[in-house]
């Protein structure tokens, strides 16, 4: 079944998509008032809904019952990505929406070659849209914020259980032992690093807040490979 998102839900049981996917449903899909589809809510709750009438700027549907989503983990990871090349970012919130992020947070730390200039709003909108696509394609129920820039030593990493920092000048801690070693918890934060890696003061201050450097192994990888494959180990272990 097609599946939309929508934050539209009014509270007579009906909902309204606009947008985008308003052309999509009458001149791709072709959909008419009778035929179902499936909607989210974008928070990680959806339902099945029929098409009650089509208007030019927007689909008016009757809501079933919600339920909560079941593509969505139960461990929720946010991923604190520090601004890598332009161009990355795209494909690092893309692939970590496929692998269950929860969220993502760029930032800015002594090595990043991109600093972000002036306005960042426009980048976040075009993250944000990313995400969106990304659920949309992967049929999650919720659609993973991306949100402002952090500076790196002002992190607050004060709500999480597990905090793991990805860095390459560690060589003992690995990553499945901080995994299999303790109990985990449900809120986990991964920060990777820049194309320029990290300054060791900044491993200093992330470790004083509780974070645990772990290597990922004999060959580095590239920053936007980095996250990913963190998430999907940690899934793997943890999900
Ligand atoms: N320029 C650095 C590598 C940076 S790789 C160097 O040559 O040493 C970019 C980021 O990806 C790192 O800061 C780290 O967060 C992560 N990363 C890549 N490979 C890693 C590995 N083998 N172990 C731990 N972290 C790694």
């Not at 990680?44 to 927007?58: L, T, W």
């Not at 332009?86 to 090595?111: D, H, N, Y």
């Not at 003061?201 to 963190?230: C, F, H």
């Amino acid at each position: 079944m097609n599946r939309f998102f929508t934050t539209d839900i009014l509270q007579n049981g009906t909902a309204r998509i606009s947008g985008d996917d308003v052309k999509h449903i009458t001149k791709v899909l072709r959909l008419r008032a009778g035929d179902e589809v499936e909607i989210c809510d974008e928070r990680g709750k959806e339902c099945e809904a029929k098409i009650v009438s089509i208007m030019p700027s927007f689909v008016i549907l009757k809501t079933g019952e919600w339920k909560q989503s079941n593509a969505e983990p139960e461990h929720k990871v946010t991923l604190f990505q520090c601004i890598p090349k332009a161009g990355k970012m795209e494909t690092i919130i893309q692939k970590c929406v496929e692998l269950g992020i929860m969220r993502i947070i760029p930032v800015q730390s002594a090595r990043c070659v991109a600093l972000p200039k002036g306005d960042f709003e426009r980048r976040l909108e075009r993250y944000q849209r990313v995400s969106l696509e990304a659920s949309k394609q992967s049929k999650r129920g919720f659609v993973p914020q991306i949100k402002k820039p952090e500076l790196l030593e002002t992190l607050d990493l004060g709500g999480f259980d597990t905090v793991i920092v990805a860095y390459e000048g560690e060589k003992e801690a690995s990553l499945k032992s901080v995994l299999r070693g303790r109990e985990v918890g449900g809120r986990i934060a991964i920060i990777v690093g820049p194309e320029g890696g990290f300054e060791p003061s900044e491993i200093d201050t992330l470790s004083q807040k509780g974070a645990i450097p772990v290597t990922l192994g004999n060959r580095i990888l590239r920053t936007e490979t980095a996250g990913m494959a963190i998430l999907a180990q940690v899934m793997y272990e943890v999900e």
